[in-house]
């Protein structure tokens, strides 16, 4: 692969380059604006240049073009991060008229509707979306996209996480063009018509919803009919969670989103029913036409995930080429596709799904080749296993750096897994595809719903025997950002000595692999010397953190284990970063002893500093003479005691109140401290 042979690869770089340039940097609206003048000379300059063929402005041309190309990067990713209405009009309204943008997602104790703002109940033009959490009833289960409501809430701005290292909804929504959320009581909130802005979209999820409806009828049922319709229709809302895990584990978590494979088994199918359209060419026009609307219907049915509208760009250029009898270059189709998916939506480029199935398919399409001419299988179900044994190890080395860099573990037993899964995954969707005409036949769908369900109860069984082996998972892994791109650099340094062989670039590899681990030694030095005390914010709970060098003590209220939900949500990926290993326990434990840490009552003395846990019924009466002394006051449960008693009974030199205090209780404690020049930190108003 020479990059001088895809003239794409020129602009498409810089393009993504500005992307970046965009998403890492903080631009006002003033800048935009300047910004968009710029692209705009930049752009008007490119063109110009076209006319001065001399050789020796052949630089000037190419500098122009890129630069243009990094404008509109920045221009068009700046277009998604400002929202469309000042904030004193979002919250000075609380009464709007929305439209459902998506599909409304049941939650525990509300349902997500993400709304398209259309105007306030003063008749003024919005723009925009927002989250609206809707308090569950027989009604939100009716909702539907397109649906127009009348909604009663206050919106606030999504708030940037409380905790070091938690996961960034602010920045995640930000991707999406979302800002605000507002909580919706069951009678703030009224259906008053029908008006979907995609009839595509809402007619692909209408269907979607009639053919899960279908495999229903047909037999399927618990977990058979979630994993179908999570593979056929990419619909994993009834998924089981322990069995969505399990998959994860086993490294097939890619089996229960649609993919390529999924669109190429749906391509190879119309394309074969249509062949007999092939023989006139305007009949193969018709034939173009119609494989290229279904395979986008069913991206549409299945959601447009980035895998799935990569897959479905790349085989409608493989649809295009055997219209013009071409023969269409993978590279090309690859960064084709990306291109234009970039340029419909930059933010795409940070979507693990997006990021994921382009790395799966350079993997195989760099390293599967040479992979498979190490060994020559003579028979057609050897070379079968063989090829699939070497797609799925070059689909694992291009996916792996990032994989662990955002979800922190590796499946030690992803060829077994795969190598059984996928052919049997092929079967279920044949099956599951085949199903859906026959239907309406009793006699016929009883025997091919028997024969899914045993298929999908055998790759269910396959991947709980394949995750109960012993380190079947390696978790718990630590990758920063600059890692992750010193491991794609020995990467792609092994894939360059694949095709060619060059002592530099051997040592260039080297020297990357070498920095590679030694940043893991530099890490594993730095975190041992850290020590420190942390109050977690979690909305109406208590986590304590005591970290004396690695060896870590929580103290809580409500977290049982590092299995808790709230431990990996709130505290795990912090954990992680900095190597904490170490004991929970119950915060209200009378007595609690270590090397570095001693509790007695509502004392706890740390690190040479003395901490009083306040809480709710806690009555502390003024010592005769000089008050107690502690060198941080922590409020809980609101503490019922006046500050004033409080400071009489107590010297403090610090308040820290987490998220198990109303605000009620944090503001009185916050006027009281600014009051008496006393540093008060509360936990929900830190900004990681």
Same mark, same amino acid.
Not at 644 to 652: G, K
């Given at each position: ?36 003048? &710029? ?111 009348? &909604? ?5 701005? %999504? ?132 494989? +290229? ?44 596709? +990306? ?62 750096? %990032? ?24 079967? &279920? ?47 718990? %892994? ?46 594993? &030095? ?120 409080? +400071? ?41």
């Amino acid at each position: 692969m020479k990059i001088q042979n895809y003239p794409l690869v020129k602009v498409l770089f810089p393009y993504v380059v500005g992307i970046l340039i965009a998403y890492l940097g903080d631009f006002s609206d003033t800048t935009c604006r300047m910004l968009r003048w &710029v692209a705009g000379a930049t752009f008007l300059s490119a063109v110009a240049m076209t006319f001065f063929r001399a050789y020796r402005w052949r630089v000037v041309r190419i500098v122009v073009m890129e630069t243009a190309f990094v404008f509109a990067g920045i221009v068009l990713t700046n277009s998604y991060f400002h929202p469309k209405v000042p904030d004193e009009v979002m919250e000075a309204n609380a009464d709007w008229l929305v439209r459902v943008a998506a599909e409304p997602t049941p939650r525990e104790r509300s349902v997500k509707v993400e709304a398209e703002m259309l105007q306030s109940v003063d008749g003024k033009a919005v723009g925009g979306k927002v989250l609206f959490y809707l308090q569950p009833s027989a009604a939100t289960a009716k909702l539907r996209y397109g649906d127009l409501l009348l &909604v009663h809430a206050p919106l606030a701005r %999504i708030a940037p996480p409380c905790n070091p290292d938690a996961f960034d909804n602010q920045r995640y929504m930000r991707r999406r063009g979302i800002y605000y959320s507002g909580f919706v009581r069951e009678d703030g909130w009224q259906r008053v018509g029908h008006r979907p802005a995609n009839p595509l979209r809402f007619l692909a999820n209408t269907a979607r919803t009639r053919l899960s409806d279908l495999y229903a009828q047909a037999g399927m049922s618990g977990d058979e009919l979630g994993i179908l319709k999570a593979i056929l229709l990419g619909d994993d809302d009834t998924l089981d969670p322990e069995l969505k895990a399990s998959y994860s584990s086993a490294g097939v978590s890619h089996i229960l989103c649609v993919s390529g494979m999924h669109v190429g088994i749906i391509f190879m199918i119309i394309n074969f029913l249509l062949k007999p359209l092939d023989l006139f060419r305007t009949s193969r026009i018709l034939k173009t036409l119609l494989v +290229m609307f279904v395979i986008w219907l069913y991206a549409h049915i299945t959601g447009l995930a980035p895998s799935v509208t990569r897959s479905a760009t790349m085989f409608t250029f493989v649809a295009l080429g055997q219209l013009l009898r071409r023969n269409t270059n993978v590279f090309h189709s690859l960064f084709a596709s +990306m291109f234009i998916l970039l340029i419909v939506n930059p933010l795409l480029l940070f979507e693990v799904g997006f990021q994921l199935s382009y790395l799966a398919v350079a993997g195989i399409v760099l390293f599967q080749p040479k992979f498979a001419a190490l060994y020559t299988c003579r028979t057609r179900v050897g070379r079968y296993f063989w090829e699939l044994l070497t797609v799925s190890v070059a689909a694992q080395l291009g996916t792996s750096p %990032i994989s662990i860099y955002y979800f922190a573990k590796f499946p030690n037993y992803f060829i077994l897994s795969n190598l059984s899964v996928i052919a049997l995954s092929f079967a &279920v969707i044949i099956t599951g595809v085949a199903l859906l005409p026959i239907s309406f036949v009793p006699l016929v769908s009883k025997h091919l719903t028997w024969l899914l369900t045993i298929e999908i109860k055998a790759m269910n069984a396959i991947i709980t025997f394949v995750e109960r082996l012993p380190h079947s998972v390696t978790e718990n %892994i630590d990758y920063h950002i600059v890692q992750v791109i010193l491991l794609y650099g020995v990467i792609g340094c092994f894939c360059y000595l694949l095709y060619r062989r060059e002592r530099r670039v051997f040592w260039t590899a080297s020297v990357l692999f070498v920095l590679f681990c030694s940043s893991f030694v530099g890490k594993k &030095v730095l975190t041992a010397r850290e020590t420190g005390f942390l109050a977690y914010h979690v909305h109406k709970c208590s986590v304590l953190e005591f970290n004396w060098h690695g060896q870590t003590v929580w103290l809580s209220d409500t977290l049982r284990g590092e299995g808790d939900k709230l431990f990996q949500y709130n505290v795990s990926r912090h954990a992680r970063r900095h190597r904490l290993s170490g004991t929970m326990a119950p915060i209200d434990t009378l007595a609690f002893d270590t090397p570095f840490l001693c509790k007695r009552g509502n004392f706890i003395r740390f690190e040479d500093k003395t901490y009083y846990m306040l809480t709710c019924k806690e009555r502390v009466r003024p010592c005769e003479g000089d008050s107690l002394r502690v060198d941080c006051l922590l409020l809980r449960r609101n503490p019922r005691l006046p500050p004033e008693e409080a +400071m009489a009974a107590l010297s403090f030199r610090e308040v820290i109140a987490d998220g198990s205090n109303t605000l009620f209780y944090v503001e009185r404690w916050r006027v009281f401290c600014f009051e008496n020049g006393v540093p008060f930190t509360f936990t929900g108003d830190r900004k990681f």
